[in-house]
């Protein structure tokens, strides 16, 4: 649907997703400051007037967009993630499901690393700290209580360990992106041992 409540048309449906798409594209090159309608439209090989014809704003792009990558994220690691037994398979599951996903989808990662935020001015733009955030780590912390409550997984803010745990991700994807020769499987080893290391309960 868009704005109004209104059912989106198969032509309508392609157009916005074509300016998700766009918009992906431009954060993933040149930052979220380069996200502009006038960008955006020119990317795609359209007005101005029709990007505001599907979306009422330049919010309403980043939003959209923003959402469109975390319910693809979520979805290819919530898969993997229900399909294994127990909470640290769970645990081992995302961080395997994302590492795989954001691999596969290198031009989503600055999207979903950097979310979207509210800035000083009123003005939204892809920043750290967005609801897309709030979403990864709420995932993971519900892991890490189903862990606690089955005695796996030892005493901890579940809420702050989530939050460590993508940011680690997020750091070793972000440097795998400013550097290509950077072994992302070695680094997701590590990321396992570690974060495993972290959490279990004492023998």
Known sequence: MNETGRPLTF?????????VECT??????RGPAAASLSAIAARAGISKAAVLYHFASKDAVLEATARHVLTSFAAAVGERV????????MLVAFLRGAVGYLRKHREQVRVLVEGLVRDRDGARELAPGSAAGASRWQGVASI????????????FDPR????????ALDGLVA???ADPAFDLDVAADELERSVLLAVRSPP
Do not use: H, K, M, Y
């Open 11 to 19: 032509t309508e449906e392609a157009r916005r997703r074509q300016i």
């Open 24 to 29: 992906i594209a431009l954060v993933a090159e």
């Open 82 to 89: 229900d399909a294994a037994d127990g909470p640290e398979a």
């Open 144 to 155: 890490l209580e189903r862990g606690q409550r089955a005695g796996v997984f030892r005493a």
């Open 160 to 167: 702050t360990l989530a939050l460590v745990v993508n940011g």
């Open 175 to 177: 440097e795998w992106v």
